[in-house]
């Protein structure tokens, strides 16, 4: 990692609900979770799906001893797939861990720790949120730019179902956008302005790809993109390299493999580079 780079490590790729089979395997079945290192700051989460749970927790001995985490989570929206690793996260139990949660401020005024109360609970799970060991702060946030530490955050709603933000973080000269759950217009490709402002020139796009256009005709209103929209938000912005996030649960590997090769050699006619991202990869950025 360089003075002005960013690491990016994907722990959970997969969209809606986790899944595990051999068909899977290979990219992984964990939800959206997406962690950033960078030299000089706390490392930054993207969302906390069942992903999280990767995170600080690859030696035997730290499951009886577990790490302290210090850091952010810009939390995207309040669906399962990006909230359900954060009771199964070990560092919750470390008095030392403080996680301070940015999530989009809801249109019936609920607040944010009011509704993480209601979804981590007995008996939905065994303790109340409140009862664990680290210290959560909620901030509640719309179209925003912010810093955290040095690092800065745009944070704008993009359409989904419900409140949704994306986000793109810029720390030294390296810049990346995670745009996970993103509805694509359902005729003709558009983006909204907040949408354009985050992925303009970006150096790393992470964007819903969750459908084939055969897929998106029977779930146009779901809230999700197809390949191809994810292919020209990425053209028509100009960013430098697309990562294929938020897979479908049904999709295997296999199909992956095939769908990923195929626009590899379109994304590089038109200047730009495409992968599909799987768990445990990890990525460097530098502008
Ligand atoms: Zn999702
Ligand atoms: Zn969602």
Redesign the pocket.
């Known amino acids: 990692m360089g003075e002005s780079g960013l690491t990016v490590t994907f722990h959970g790729v997969r969209?809606?609900t986790a899944c595990h089979d051999p068909q899977t395997h290979r990219y992984g079945g964990n939800t959206?979770c997406v962690s950033i290192k960078s030299a000089n700051d706390a490392p930054i989460i993207f969302d906390l799906g069942t992903g999280l749970r990767y995170i600080n927790s690859s030696q035997s001995e730290t499951e009886l001893r577990p790490e302290p985490f210090v850091g952010t989570c810009l939390l995207t929206h309040l669906?399962w797939?990006?909230i359900q690793g954060l009771p199964f996260f070990r560092s919750m139990l470390c008095e030392e861990t403080v996680l301070d949660i940015y999530a989009p401020k809801q249109e019936d005024g609920r607040g944010l720790r009011e509704i993480f109360l209601k979804k981590i609970c007995p008996p939905i799970f065994p303790i109340s949120l409140n009862e664990f060991k680290a210290t959560i702060n909620f901030h509640e946030i719309g179209d925003d730019d912010f810093m955290i530490g040095n690092t800065k955050v745009m944070s704008r709603f993009v359409p989904h179902t419900g409140p949704t933000l994306g986000y793109r973080i810029t720390a030294g000269n390296s810049t990346v956008t995670y745009l996970?759950?993103h509805q694509q217009p359902v005729t003709g490709f558009a983006l909204t302005t907040g949408a354009r402002q985050i992925c303009q020139g970006t150096d790393l796009l992470i964007h819903d790809s969750q459908y084939t256009p055969a897929e998106f005709e029977l779930k146009s209103d779901w809230g999700h993109s197809t390949f191809e929209f994810a292919m020209w938000v990425a053209e028509t912005t100009s960013a430098k390299r697309l990562a294929l996030f938020?897979h479908d649960p049904s999709r295997t590997d296999d199909a992956l493999d095939v769908i990923a090769q195929r626009l590899a050699g379109v994304a590089k006619n038109r200047g730009f580079e495409v992968f599909a991202a799987a768990e445990g990869m990890s990525v460097e950025v530098v502008a």
């Open positions: 969209g809606s959206s669906h797939d990006h996970s759950d938020h």
